[in-house]
T-cell receptor, first 114, second 112 residues
Framework: GNSVTQMEGPVTLSEEAFLTINCTYT??????LFWYVQYPGEGLQLLLK?????DKGSNKGFEATYRKETTSFHLEKGSVQVSDSAVYFC?????????????FGKGTHLIIQP | DTAVSQTPKYLVTQMGNDKSIKCEQN?????MYWYKQDSKKFLKIMFS???????INETVPNRFSPKSPDKAHLNLHINSLELGDSAVYFC???????????FGPGTRLTVT
């Protein structure tokens, strides 16, 4: 079955540091890949997505590239802010058709210190 | 305007009770979902539903049942609540299958 593995936190960085959160996946076919963010006490918000190999998703300074050869979708940001503190989830949706739900990684808690 | 809404936001109840959580989306999506987030923040799909099929995660106890009165609503009914049902439950929706999903704010269920 499908699975997503992401680095477990918490990850603590200083403001303006470079961020990488690793994500790798196992899936059949050609899944779509997503990063979601969950701020404290809130629901999940879609941060970015990529639907095919070599696509780059980007939003709010965050980027991730769909690498089929390494089955990865690492999240990066050049300069983090305190307001980026949240839990980040890597996820994929199946490509086999049917109303599949998303398969999530376990989430990475990011803490940005001023 | 809230795209995906859930009620209630908090639900505290005793073991053995039956409860429902409501979900509504105003995005015109045709597929809706329920997820469970445990205390370690792990998210797992429980159900996905469109007007053609209901897909049930095989690990979900049959005490949980989704009910969809129309395309914009997918409610979650839970019978005989147990302590282990305590979690945050998220509703989500998408256009078609396999695309990005939009999540509601969550319902924190506490069973005592």
């Amino acid at each position: 079955g499908n699975s997503v593995t992401q680095m477990e936190g918490p990850v603590t960085l200083s403001e303006e540091a470079f961020l990488t959160i690793n994500c790798t996946y196992t899936a059949t076919g050609y899944p779509s890949l997503f990063w979601y963010v969950q701020y404290p006490g809130e629901g999940l918000q879609l941060l970015l997505k990529a639907t095919k190999a070599d696509d780059k998703g980007s939003n709010k300074g965050f980027e991730a590239t769909y690498r089929k050869e390494t089955t990865s979708f690492h999240l990066e940001k050049g300069s983090v802010q305190v307001s980026d503190s949240a839990v980040y989830f890597c996820a994929l949706s199946g490509s086999g058709g049917g109303a599949d739900g998303l398969t999530f990684g376990k989430g990475t808690h990011l803490i940005i210190q001023p | 305007d809230t795209a995906v809404s859930q009620t209630p936001k908090y639900l505290v109840t005793q073991m053995g009770n039956d409860k429902s959580i409501k979900c509504e989306q105003n995005l015109g999506h045709d597929t809706m979902y329920w997820y469970k987030q445990d205390s370690k923040k792990f998210l797992k799909i429980m159900f996905s539903y469109n007007n053609k099929e209901l897909i049930i995660n095989e690990t979900v106890p049959n005490r949980f049942s989704p009910k969809s009165p129309d395309k914009a609503h997918l409610n979650l009914h839970i019978n005989s609540l147990e302590l282990g049902d305590s979690a945050v439950y998220f509703c989500a929706s998408s256009r078609g299958q396999g695309g990005e999903q939009y999540f509601g704010p969550g319902t924190r269920l506490t069973v005592t």
